[in-house]
């Protein structure tokens, strides 16, 4: 393992942002790819997101593995959001979802956790996806459990420095996701054919 | 030429002879040399085999055997000075050797054998232009085109000299005569072969001239008849714009601008013409200004896109025009829901008007409130904007803040949008900026790094990055980090000099005399001249080329830059610079001897090339390296000492702040801290041999050895050379082409006076006098002139007084110089600059005054707005010891009041401007995250470098004590307010 458990941090789900009017759709470009030229721009996102600081090492890693298993929410040609991905064996472990704070109630950490699906199905070797949430996260909870991720596991004294200290282990069945997708595309394949939203870049400016 | 030398040689030698110089001509070089060889063995005197075989050898390598070749030719010219071939090498050598004029000396004897050689006269004239000689190049020019009349470049050449001797009716005359010969042989092509552009230049050069010779009816015929044959349409349709202007056709004017605008709405010279076409110029009486709103409303409508259609109005328009806010508030709305982080810029000729400054502050205020509210909008509105808006806003508010002076709101403004997005490099540029203008270089480096650090991959913030850490004088980090855009397979030092990279080495220069490595300092600034040379030497090549493309108009304007390129700012400042550093090393001759003697220097440095040695290789600068190296936040405490950074020492101050000032549990956290660095030290000593050996490596990469080939890589050799004499030649190049620059005028003032050039000097005070008479570097320069002409000897003084004499009475009637200088100490006692210099001239002419003068530059009513002038007044002071005690501390009161973020006075202040840049690395940014917090276990990641957990330091203490006040104060504040409300 090459994170040790105890610095595996769950995004905290700030409280809802009172919103009175409809929220813009931002002009987020997906496209970018992480590289040794931009990953402090991660860092500083994750830094700013998460109560832990990731080592020297977790960055090295992030920038040798497949790029696809990262994904950057650029918006007016800054770093506002990530997504972060390890294949351990058969299962897709995420270890980072975040979106800066300003730019959340966007359907960004969406679109992410979305195009992170589309990539673990489109990947057969995987059965399995999964992550770690601090069990006062609920309103983390209540987002993974919108795309199907199950509670599975507690596991106590998982984080050293916050409180509580314990963490669900939240999972995601690939093979039946698979299926279903399958299912869908045959029900919905005679009438007009959608053809799933691609992952590659949406928008760009 | 050839048969004529050939034929005083025997037949078979003859043979040899013209096979040399086929080889010659073919660059078969050495089979060239054997038979020069060959002949001289028979015939050692014989003069043209001499001097060719000083060409074969200039021509093979001429740097090795230049003094060997202009000794063969040389010889030559001995053994027969009437031959033509022996001066045309002579002077082909010479021409390699890039001295012209001694060329074109040659070329003219040889010339006079034979003048009808046209190689010989095609060589001639290149030199003469390129050493400026026009009435000559005239000459030969002339004779070319007597000689040739059919070639092209001949013609062109003949009406070029013309031009640059200033007889442009001639050179029209000559230019219609050729255009005449085109048409015959034009016709003949078929219609649809490719547009000619050398005609359609040829055109463009004609009508040029007619523009110069103000014939407007005769240029605008040009361009109507050969409309269809000038391909260069804007510059086309610029030309009649203009001449049309000039022809009181101002309707047909305006329509030409209006349709260069639609062809590129940025251009600024447009605009103006446009403007000037419809009676806009100058000052705008009311009527005349609502004329110009509603050109540029229409404009904007057909331009949308366009910021000059936004900014021309705004610069123009008076504030109290009724258009004025209105358009300004578009634009800048317009610019933020964009995204342009560059706004500002475009921005900044507004603040020449403080009415302007109201209304942009204004404005900023209620997008702000607008922006921040609930709503998230602008006034106005009925959608919410962007996330990101806020953020621009909030830089231009920051840069506007900023540029008022108002450093500290600045602060706040431009962190508080960090906290929004930290992810945004210009918002840390822009905080490296404020630093800046606290006066606080060292924190204007470290954020400058870590808004470079944020894309690896931005030249331009990289760049800024390199300025900023050599201002902070660090040229050693510079050097690393400029290296990072160089070319990959050569030394980035030689790369720089490839690329002519000026800014670089003057930064680097003025770096290196701030800290006292003279040697290095000239090593530096001495390339921005030589690079200034090369520039001169290599338009050598273009005379010929331009003629031959007919790029006539680029290159009349190349000749132009060539006459002008000792104006250039780079190259002036690099000349000022080197001037000081030259009066330094004349001033003190110490400074003369290197501080290490070079076996020295060389046994330190074959000691580091065995340490680097024993280590692994160096890492190129990757990811690893590169995160690790160049932020002092982030320096690994077992690197303390090895990098030379301003700030690694504060910090090793900081982490080891003695145990009594801990609390207990501070304490016992210190220990456990210790204990885990020593395990993880015994763990990863192979890590840290790789780390001293990189850091080793670091240094020995650093601007003390920038080059291996170099043969004196520590400028010793220059501290050697005769200071002034260097000094001299600047000046005098600095004089003859700025006669208008102050700076210039006062350089050469400090090397005159130290040669003793009385009268020279005196020139330079009359044109710096000239320029900015109430100057207070002019004053001094003056006072010091007569001062040392007081002193010199009576010998020189008696002649020189007798000369100066009338000029000394004209400038300061006959006053004494304490006099003179009680007076202008008077009349300008509200201006620091001004007083400090009257101080500066007290010390030198009136020495018991001084502790009135003293007072005079600490009193309430003496100030400057510029921080430089407080911290040269800081210095001065400092220097007088005890003398100048009172008044120094008198003056640190009044600077810490005046700029209360600048380092210099306010010494708590020292390295307040990086706390946050421990923020921004997330220390202690989470609330989750206790200060102090122990670092991760070690066994936890048994195959990694441990993890760079930074102990939290005094600082970082205070840093989140001050945090959580400021958020618990914030947090009453609202509680009062809901409380209020309620």
Aim: with cysteine; hydrophobic share 45%.
């Amino acid at each position: 393992m090459a994170i040790p458990s105890s610095k595996i941090i769950v995004c905290r789900y700030d409280p809802v942002v009172e919103r009175h009017h409809p929220v813009p759709e931002l002009k987020v470009n997906y496209g970018v790819h992480v590289t040794e030229k931009n990953i402090e721009q991660l860092r500083k996102l994750n830094i700013a997101c998460f109560p832990v600081r990731y080592g020297e090492q977790f960055y090295r890693d992030v920038v040798k593995r497949d790029p696809k298993l990262t994904i950057l929410a650029y918006y007016a040609d800054n770093l506002i959001g990530a997504i972060g991905c390890r294949v351990e064996e058969n299962k897709l472990y995420i270890m980072t979802l975040c979106v800066l704070k300003p730019y959340r109630r966007m359907h960004i950490g969406r679109i992410l956790l979305e195009k992170m699906l589309e990539v673990a199905a489109a990947d057969e070797s995987l059965t399995e996806m999964y992550l770690n949430v601090q069990t006062s996260n609920e309103c983390a909870m209540a987002f993974y459990s919108q795309f199907g991720f199950e509670k599975d596991a507690e596991i106590r004294n998982y984080y050293r420095r916050l409180e509580p200290n314990s963490c669900f282990v939240l999972t995601k069945d690939l093979v039946a996701f698979r299926q279903q997708r399958a299912a869908a595309a045959a029900v919905a394949a005679p009438i007009a054919a959608p053809a799933p939203v691609a992952p590659s870049p949406a928008a760009s400016d | 030429m050839m048969d004529s030398a050939a034929a005083k040689l025997p037949q078979r030698e003859g043979s040899i002879f013209k096979g040399m110089i086929k080889a010659y001509d073919d660059k078969e070089y050495k089979k060239a040399l054997s038979s020069a060889d060959l002949i001289l063995a028979g015939f050692p005197n014989h003069a043209e085999t001499l001097a060719m075989k000083g060409l074969i050898l200039s021509s093979q390598d001429h740097a090795a055997h230049k003094k060997e070749a202009l000794d063969l030719a040389k010889e030559a010219i001995k053994q027969d000075i009437r031959s033509l071939l022996c001066w045309h090498v002579f002077g082909m050598i010479h021409r390699t050797d890039k001295n012209y004029t001694e060329a074109a000396r040659c070329f003219q004897v040889a010339i006079r054998s034979d003048p009808s050689n046209l190689r010989i006269l095609n060589d001639l004239a290149q030199c003469q232009v390129q050493i400026r000689d026009y009435p000559g190049f005239l000459r030969t020019r002339h004779a070319l085109m007597t000689a040739q009349p059919t070639q092209k470049q001949n013609w062109l050449g003949f009406v070029v000299a013309l031009h640059l001797v200033g007889q442009r009716q001639k050179a029209l005359e000559a230019c219609n005569a050729y255009l005449g010969t085109i048409p015959a042989t034009k016709k003949e092509l078929p219609p649809s072969s490719e547009p000619d552009v050398e005609q359609s230049e040829l055109f463009l050069y004609k009508v040029q001239l007619q523009v110069e010779l103000e014939r407007w009816a005769e240029a605008l015929q040009t361009l109507d008849q050969q409309e269809a044959d000038i391909i260069d349409k804007p510059v086309w349709l610029q030309q009649r714009a203009l001449v049309l202007f000039k022809l009181g056709r101002l309707q047909d004017a305006e329509v030409c601008y209006r349709e260069l605008i639609d062809f590129n709405s940025e251009c600024h010279a447009d605009h103006y013409g446009l403007q000037e076409a419809l009676g806009l110029k100058g000052d705008l009486t009311p009527e005349k200004a609502d004329r110009m709103a509603a050109l540029y409303q229409d404009l904007r409508q057909k331009h949308p896109a366009s910021i000059t259609c936004f900014t021309m109005p705004l610069i123009a328009l008076p504030a109290s025009h009724p258009s004025f806010r209105p358009t300004l508030d578009c634009f800048l709305r317009r610019c933020f829901v964009k995204g342009m982080p560059a706004a500002f810029i475009e921005a900044k000729p507004l603040y020449a008007s403080p009415e302007k400054v109201a209304v942009i502050d204004e404005l900023l205020r209620g997008y702000v409130e607008g922006l921040t509210s609930p709503a998230q909008r602008f006034a106005g509105d009925d959608h919410e904007a962007g996330a990101a808006v806020i953020v621009f806003v909030w830089l231009f508010q920051a840069q506007h803040l900023d540029r008022r002076g108002l450093f500290q709101e600045a602060l706040a403004v431009i962190e508080g949008a960090i906290r929004h997005t930290p992810t945004m490099l210009d918002l840390l540029a822009c905080k490296s900026r404020i630093a800046k203008h606290c006066g606080d270089v060292k924190a204007a480096a470290q954020w400058m790094d870590a808004a470079r650090r944020m894309d690896l991959a931005d030249r331009s913030a990289n760049t800024n990055s390199v300025k900023y850490w050599l201002r902070a004088d660090e040229p050693v980090v510079a050097a690393r980090l400029v290296a990072l855009f160089a070319k990959q397979d050569s030394e980035a030092h030689e790369h720089l000099c490839d690329m002519q990279c000026m800014w670089y080495f003057l930064e680097k220069g003025r770096a290196h005399h701030r800290m006292g490595e003279y040697s290095m300092a000239l090593k530096s600034l001495r390339l921005v001249d030589k690079f200034l040379g090369e520039m001169i030497d290599d338009q050598f090549e273009f005379h010929n080329y331009c003629l031959r493309k007919c790029t006539l108009r680029a290159y009349m304007q190349m000749l132009d830059l060539g006459q002008s390129i000792y104006t250039n700012r780079y190259w002036m400042a690099a000349a000022v610079e080197l001037i000081k550093v030259y009066c330094d090393l004349a001033d003190r001759p110490e400074l003369r001897t290197p501080r290490k003697s070079p076996a020295e220097l060389a046994r330190e440095a074959a000691e580091e090339a065995a340490k680097k040695a024993q280590g692994p290789a160096p890492a190129p600068f990757d990811l690893d390296l590169d995160l690790d190296l160049v932020c002092p936040a982030r320096q690994r405490t077992h690197w303390d000492g090895v990098i030379p950074m301003g700030a690694v020492g504060r910090w090793v101050v900081a982490v080891a702040a003695s145990p009594e000032d801990l609390s207990p549990e501070e304490r016992k956290k210190a220990k456990l801290r210790a204990k885990q660095a020593e395990k993880r030290k015994a763990k990863k000593e192979d890590h840290d041999t790789a780390a001293t050996a990189a850091a080793a490596a670091l240094l020995e990469e650093s601007s003390l050895k920038t080059s291996k080939t170099d043969e004196d890589p520590y400028g010793h050799k220059l501290l050697a050379l005769d200071p002034l004499a260097e000094a001299a030649r600047l000046a005098k190049l600095l004089e003859e082409h700025s006669p208008r620059s102050l700076e210039a005028r006062l350089a050469a003032f400090e090397v005159s006076l130290r040669r003793g050039k009385y009268l020279l000097a005196l020139r330079s005070v009359r044109g710096a006098l000239a320029v900015a008479p109430e100057s207070p570097d002019a004053h001094c320069a003056l006072i010091r002139l007569f001062h040392s002409v007081d002193q010199a000897s009576p010998a020189v003084a008696g002649r020189v007084a007798e000369l100066l004499g009338p000029h000394r009475a004209e400038l300061m009637g006959q006053q004494s110089l304490a006099q003179f200088n009680r007076a202008w100490m008077g009349r300008h006692g509200t201006s620091m600059p001004s007083v400090l210099a009257g101080l500066r001239m007290v010390g030198l002419v009136e020495a018991e005054a001084e502790a009135a003068a003293l007072g005079q530059l600490v009193a309430p009513e003496c100030t400057s707005p510029k921080l430089a002038d407080w911290r040269h007044a800081h210095a001065y002071l400092a220097g007088l010891g005890t003398r100048g005690a009172a008044a120094l501390q008198e003056l640190v009161a009044r600077g810490a009041a005046r700029f209360p973020m600048a380092p210099l006075f306010v010494a708590a202040r020292a390295g307040a401007l990086t706390d946050d840049l421990l923020v921004l690395e997330g220390l202690p940014s989470g609330s989750t995250v206790a200060p102090g917090q122990t670092p991760p276990e070690e066994d936890d990641d048994a195959d990694e470098p441990p993890e760079e957990y930074i102990p939290i330091s005094a600082r970082g203490q205070a840093v989140y004590e001050r945090m959580q006040a400021a958020k618990a104060a914030a947090a009453a504040a609202a509680a009062a307010a809901a409380a209020g409300s309620s």
